[in-house]
């Protein structure tokens, strides 16, 4: 029995939570103990419940801080993982990965790495801070076994940085909603286009570039649907017509991709976003900024049209032209031909097999 923890700040519904979810639930509980390990308070409490349940232990910190982390002051942790006697140590993020860097046992060290951290920190943190973030954590990734991209783009940018690093891409499983919406609550004509965008209102997220570009392009056919709240929600509200509607966060956001047809981003960086592989199990069709994590999805597609990129990086022209590119192959966009490509190509089950051969590729090497 291999004994696995995974290694996260906390468990909640976004991204990284929601990968580690999915590997562990498809994991071979007859090959595998896995326990998780959550740093810092942010735990959602139904979804700790539902892992007890399904026989995974969970461990909490309770004395950890971000700063005393950062500080070298993570104690709880260091004796938590050398008293448990864990294989394998799966973290997720740069807390988690600098702690689990610091483990002086024979427990070998997996990180997957969800984002550019060279775009993603310096939007979060400023260049002064995002420079000492990213040393502290390529520091720390040099100390790991095994590092993995959650797609080909990240992996393209960190190989330049580490040595042995190799990619899988984030799969899901097929997204079903929990209950039902109508366009004519919503007050959109059943025959209309609908675009629908799903994340944080924010400067990554570039919702206010998607939402002036949209009012100042879209066809009298078609709508935009924003899901989420954030601190850029008030500057989207005075940018909005009638075919644009902001709904604020939503639990359920199946139930508003299955009115859509399209799914629209206009984010300044993502590792392999999770909203996308949703909407592709949902049937939509794909616009989205061509940042290289969006273009390597729509490129995947081959000889299945998938939708379109456009620039981020002009007026809004390229958003334009490809708006244009779409109406013109939107007959193309084939709903169940989408959702086949999302579960043979990026489902949960494909993710956790390639990780499992990961598992087992170095601990037979660490014999």
Do not use: W
Request: with cysteine.
């Amino acid at each position: 029995m291999i004994k696995i923890a995974f290694v996260t700040n906390y468990i909640t519904n976004n991204g990284p939570s929601n990968v580690i979810l999915d590997i562990i639930r498809n994991l071979d509980k007859e090959q595998y103990s896995v326990s998780l390990i959550t740093l810092f308070k942010g735990n959602d409490e139904r979804i700790v419940a539902d892992l007890r349940n399904n026989g995974v232990q969970i461990f909490t910190c309770k004395t950890l801080s971000r700063v005393k982390c950062l500080l070298g002051q993570d104690r709880e942790f260091q004796e938590l993982v050398k008293r448990e006697g864990f294989d394998i140590i799966h973290s997720h993020g740069i807390i988690p990965d600098i702690l689990s860097s610091r483990v002086k046992t024979s427990v070998r060290k997996v990180t997957t790495l969800h984002n550019n951290m060279f775009e993603d920190y310096v939007q979060t943190y400023g260049k002064v801070k995002a420079k000492i973030f990213i040393k502290m954590h390529i520091d720390a990734l040099k100390k790991m076994d095994c590092r993995v991209g959650c797609s080909k783009s990240v992996y393209q940018v960190m190989r330049k940085y580490l040595k042995n690093v190799i990619f899988i891409r984030n799969g899901i499983k097929p997204k079903i909603a929990k209950h039902t919406v109508t366009r004519k609550e919503l007050d959109i004509p059943e025959d209309a286009v609908v675009f629908v965008f799903s994340g944080g209102l924010s400067f990554r997220k570039n919702v206010q570039f998607l939402t002036q570009n949209f009012v100042q392009y879209h066809n009298k056919d078609e709508y935009l649907l924003l899901l989420g709240d954030g601190p850029e929600r008030e500057a989207c509200e005075q940018m909005v017509d009638d075919h644009v509607k902001l709904l604020g966060f939503q639990d359920d956001p199946a139930a508003y991709y299955n009115i859509s047809n399209i799914y629209a981003s206009a984010s300044r960086s993502e590792g392999f976003s999770i909203s996308v592989l949703e909407a592709l199990s949902c049937g939509l069709g794909l616009f989205l900024s061509d940042i290289p994590s969006h273009r390597e999805v729509v490129g995947m597609g081959e000889d299945l049209y998938l939708g379109e990129n456009f620039s981020i990086q002009n007026d809004g022209r390229s958003f334009n032209t490809a708006m244009g590119e779409l109406r013109k192959n939107f007959n193309r966009v084939d709903k169940e031909a989408i959702k086949d490509f999302q579960l043979k190509k990026l489902s949960d089950k494909a993710m956790t097999a390639k990780y499992d051969k990961e598992y087992n590729k170095f601990l037979k090497a660490g014999d």
